[in-house]
């Protein structure tokens, strides 16, 4: 079992960034891909960027690449998002993901969900 908790989220103005962190407990990030995806108000929880712990290989969506890079620290057990060029519509809860296969797209699987935090952007 895993648990997952995200920190760092926050009010932002547009252009700004934000790093959001994952840490995991109960087990190591070893052997899991870990992802972020993000839910806004009435819509559906969308993929935004998936790490292999092992390889490092990085996937993203197409709305973020560019402006977000996920990187791991393996000493702290730790993944990261790192968001810059922030819009108003990067508005959203952004949760952490982990699953015991790669979250790369098109279609991840997620075993483990973090609890969430809020990045709000203001135009």
């Known amino acids: 079992q895993v648990q997952l908790v995200e920190s760092g989220g926050g009010l932002v103005q547009a252009g700004g960034s934000l790093r959001l962190s994952c840490a995991a407990s109960?087990?190591?990030?070893?052997?899991?891909?870990v992802g972020w995806f993000r839910q806004a108000p009435g819509k559906e929880r969308e993929f935004l960027a998936a790490?292999?712990?092992?390889?490092?290989?990085?996937y993203y969506a197409n709305s973020v690449k560019g402006r977000f890079t996920i990187s791991r620290d393996n000493a702290k057990n730790t993944v990261y998002l790192q968001m810059n060029s922030l819009k108003p519509e990067d508005t959203a809860v952004h949760y952490c993901?982990?699953?015991?296969?790669?979250?790369?797209?098109?279609?991840?699987?997620?075993?483990?969900w973090g609890q969430g935090t809020q990045v709000t952007v203001s135009s």
């Open positions: 109960g087990r190591t990030f070893s052997n899991l891909g």
């Open positions: 993901a982990a699953a015991a296969r790669s979250l790369a797209p098109p279609n991840p699987k997620v075993d483990y």
């Open positions: 790490i292999n712990w092992i390889g490092g290989s990085t």
